[in-house]
């Protein structure tokens, strides 16, 4: 009878292990879909409250997965945007120290597939105006191969093309910046936001390519091609702020 109970005991344990364990996955599955878009919505709220509350509170949900694939490329992809207000707002360190704990995260994950190469390629640009000028082109290098190792892995995934077009893009001409660049942007905008049709995956670069081969066109001078390109973007992200400030430039 004693050994009964246990037995009873341990199924009863088994069993609620088992009902939390479904929990934890539900919850987590929820807070993953759509959560680029959940991510960018506490981003701009961010600043009508002075506040990072709402992306350190992702964070800590995302964080709680630390084992869970998407779990650390969107707390990489959360902690580049609480980089990115402290940037706004002056606080230069904070941003800093933000960007490199990013890096950090989505460099531990184990097997980096297609998106995960862009993404900590994205992150290593971003953080290139924190770092010595002598380490420029060691850090440039790490972009590059990143994002080749992205497009390797997928050819049709739009962020990895991004990266590389951004990253030549911004590559001073005396190391062969400016060459590959349009090429690159060309292919990102080409292709689906998503790899694939889930929730949980990133759509991110698409409009920011659009906005890199603008400015691009500008910085060359071929204005016919800029306010083509322009035009298509408008028409797909018409208000997205960074690609509206690019009309200024090309009035007439």
């Known amino acids: 009878m004693k050994y009964l109970r246990i037995i009873k005991i341990s199924l009863f344990l088994l069993f609620i292990f088992q009902m939390n364990l479904g ?41 709680i997965n630390k084992n869970d694939y998407f779990s650390l490329y969107w707390s990489s992809y959360c902690q580049y945007y609480q980089s990115l207000f402290f940037l706004k707002i002056g606080q230069r360190e904070l941003s800093e120290n933000k960007i490199n704990s990013a890096i950090l995260t989505l460099d531990t994950l184990n097997n980096k597939d297609s998106e995960a190469y862009a993404l900590l390629a994205f992150l290593q640009s971003f953080s290139l105006q924190f770092r010595n000028s002598g380490d420029i082109n060691d850090w440039t290098k790490k972009i590059n191969y990143n994002g080749q190792k992205s497009i390797a892995i997928n050819s049709k995934n739009l962020r990895g093309w991004f990266v590389l077009g951004n990253n030549d893009l911004h590559l001073p001409a005396s190391f062969g910046g400016g060459t590959k660049c349009e090429k690159y942007l ?56 960074m690609i509206n400030k690019l009309k200024e430039k090309l009035k007439d």
């Open 23 to 63: 929990y934890s996955q539900t919850k987590n599955d929820s807070l993953l879909c759509n959560i680029q878009d959940k991510i960018y919505s506490e981003f701009t709220t961010s600043f009508r409250a002075n506040s990072i509350l709402g992306l350190t509170t992702i964070d800590s949900l995302l964080k």
């Open 186 to 241: 060309l292919n990102a905008i080409s292709l689906n936001e998503r790899t694939q049709e889930n929730c949980s995956f990133p759509s991110w670069g698409k409009n920011e390519s659009y906005y890199a081969l603008i400015s691009y066109y500008i910085g060359i001078e071929k204005y016919k091609k800029a306010k083509k390109t322009l035009k298509k973007a408008l028409e797909k992200y018409p208000d997205d702020y």
